[in-house]
């Protein structure tokens, strides 16, 4: 799909920022004409020393010492994918981006609205505007692609391979996805399996030939349907477990024992259990089966007990929340880099046919976040 080049002024607010990235088409897979964009709203900064690498961008500041010490280094990232379009008729959360008055406020309406264009927004302003007179810290910048698909096509984790000095001296980093204002700390980890199973394929009028491949997942079933999900408290969050089937399939004809089925379970698991301990636990209880695992992505701990986020917490006013879903703070946490996920907008509107986002939201996430890296 070809898209017209875009120009991005920083110097606008932060709703008409929010609105021209949401102008801009960027399904997984076609941030190109958004990432062009923003490199070129960036290379006018002096005080940014910017690295491409395909469609995501590293911005970095290099204030050198102060007071004879190192700055501390905050990093900062969003994506810059959205999911699809939607086909739902009337929908109002698509390209180009709608702007409505409800309840008193303004309101963008748009694909990316809550994830997560409205972040991006707030740290490609902050990008452009704070400069050594106006932060103590260094900071670095991270605009990336490829987040809302397989994790194998992640930009993030492209910039951690290929250009890991650039990111791995932050001390502490936010990740902009939506916490309607609040900050969420660390993220349960994720894995996705099958269990597959087989049988001996036989003509349904004389089943007594064949062996049933889809009976054969009733012990799995049952499993799950009988799991209680636990919820585990660390750092002071309580994150709850879901152990759940996603997908089955098998079978070839309504008149034909199958003799091939597989179940597609997905487990969320807490930060207080490695990758490798939530392995061995899903093959504990379904140790019958032979489990394919075809995602492992691992919790990420909240991120909490630091100072820096000590201050954060100060300078937001609101308690803490734990961070059910998967963020890439777990890619970050992997590489030793304390993180958080604070952003503008409510998570459950992401990829929904009408996402949008407060003005009101977005101003007081990037007022927050401004005022919390001006001082130290």
Known sequence: MSHPTAAIDTNVSMPELTRVLLDIYSVSGEEKTLADAIYRALETHPHLHLVRDGDAIIARTDFGPQNGQQRTRILLAGHLDTVPLPTVAGSLGTVPSRVVEEDG???????????????????????????????????????????????????LARLIRNHGELITDADFGVLLEPTDGTIEGGCNGTMRFYLRTTGLAAHSGRAWKGENAIHHLADALTTLAHFTPQTYRVQGLDYREGLNAVQVSGGVAGNVIPDAAALHVNYRFAPNKTLDEAVAHVQELFQEYELDFVDLSPAARPGLDTPLAASLIAAVGQEPKPKYGWTDVARLSEIGIPAVN????????AHTDNEHVRFSELNRCYSELRSWLMSD
Not at 114 to 138: I, N, P, R, S
Not at 342 to 349: E, I, K, R, S, V
Request: glycine share 12%; aromatic share 12%; proline share 2%.
């Open 342 to 349: 604070f952003g503008p907008g409510d998570a459950l509107l």
């Open 105 to 155: 406020d303004w309101v963008l309406y748009g694909r990316g609205a809550t994830d997560m264009k409205g972040g991006v927004a707030v740290q490609l302003k902050l990008a452009a505007e704070l400069t050594a007179h106006e932060t103590d810290y260094d900071l670095t910048y991270i605009f990336y692609d490829n987040e809302e698909v397989a994790s194998e096509k992640s930009g």
